[in-house]
């Protein structure tokens, strides 16, 4: 009973295969891929791709151009007040100068200095912070481990691991780096 009932369902599959208009068939093969939108892909990006404009900006990225030597300098807004930093993704950390951390209201006491980090310079003793929010342009993070350089320590502040890691990506391409939340 099951094997006849299967070769009916079969059957009819077939017939309604051999009827089916031949457009619907070539409808599914034809399909135009450039007018369906991809998979990810905003509405406002598909429509720039259909009409060939430029990808318009996204609110949730933004790219840094490299100076002459290939650094990246950016200036986030850390716990409300601007900075001037260099984004270093060899840096575990974002590391601020102590100069930087009282600008922002962190005035770590001598004790605090109780971590050794490995730097280029040799080991130097951190005072460990947590950052309630750094911002990069529209891409805001919360919550962000970070630790203060003693005095004359370090020059300019680091924007390292614990901030890049928490995005979404993050890539270097043609002297641009493109940060993405």
């Not at 009827?19 to 068939?25: K, Q, S, T």
């Not at 001037?84 to 009282?102: E, H, I, P, Q």
Request: cysteine-free; charged content about 20%; hydrophobic content about 50%.
């Amino acid at each position: 009973m099951g094997l006849r009932k299967s070769l009916r369902y079969l059957s009819l599959i077939v017939f309604m295969l051999l009827l089916m208009p031949e457009h619907w068939a070539a409808a599914a093969d034809d399909e135009n891929d450039e007018l369906v939108p991809r998979l990810g892909e905003t509405t406002a990006e598909f429509e720039a791709r259909v009409k060939g404009l430029p990808r318009p900006p996204s609110s949730d990225s933004v790219t840094l151009v490299a100076d002459s030597l290939g650094h990246f300098f950016v200036e986030p807004i850390v716990n409300g007040t601007r900075l001037r930093m260099m984004v270093d993704t060899g840096a575990t950390l974002v590391v601020l100068s102590r100069d930087d951390a009282r600008l922002i209201g962190i005035n770590p006491a001598p004790a605090d200095f109780r971590i050794k980090v490995s730097t280029a310079n040799g080991p130097v003793l951190v005072a460990p912070i947590m950052l309630k929010e750094i911002t990069v342009g529209a891409i805001s993070v919360r919550d962000v481990p970070a630790a203060v350089f003693p005095d004359n320590q370090l020059q300019l502040g680091l924007l390292g691991m614990s901030f890049l890691s928490k995005l979404s990506h993050f890539e270097v391409e043609g002297g641009r780096l493109v940060l993405k939340w």
